[in-house]
């Protein structure tokens, strides 16, 4: 099994910047690649981000490209999302999630194997 824990999120107004962080803790060495997806009301859940943790590819829903950076810090287990110019449609719980296999790029969220327990983001105009 592997744990997630998401931290970072907030209220901000747009234009602003915030920070994602998800640790993974557990059995970290299950884990080949790392998403962000994100959730809005009434909204399927959708890819933001996915990275691998060998070789640090990493991949972007086109919404995002250019604003949005996701990192990973493997000595701490951890994977970043940063996010720059916020607009109100990127009001979201966001989710860090975790996927065991190998296939790459992923970006359905039936692909990912263990998720965390979503974050708020709410971006004001």
């Known amino acids: 099994q592997v744990q997630l824990v998401e931290s970072g999120g907030g209220l901000v107004q747009a234009g602003g910047s915030l920070r994602l962080s998800c640790a993974a803790s557990g059995r970290t060495f299950i884990r080949n690649a790392m998403g962000w997806f994100r959730q809005a009301p009434g909204k399927e859940r959708a890819f933001v981000a996915g990275?691998?943790?060998?070789?640090?590819?990493?991949y972007y829903a086109d919404s995002v490209k250019g604003r949005f950076t996701i990192a990973t810090d493997n000595a701490k287990n951890t994977v970043y999302l940063q996010m720059n110019s916020l607009k109100p449609e990127d009001t979201a719980v966001y989710y860090c999630?975790?996927?065991?296999?190998?296939?790459?790029?992923?970006?359905?969220?039936?692909?990912?194997?263990?998720w965390g327990q979503g974050t708020q983001v709410t971006v004001s105009s």
């Open positions: 990275i691998r943790w060998s070789g640090g590819s990493t």
């Open positions: 999630a975790a996927r065991a296999g190998s296939t790459w790029p992923t970006q359905w969220p039936y692909e990912y194997d263990y």
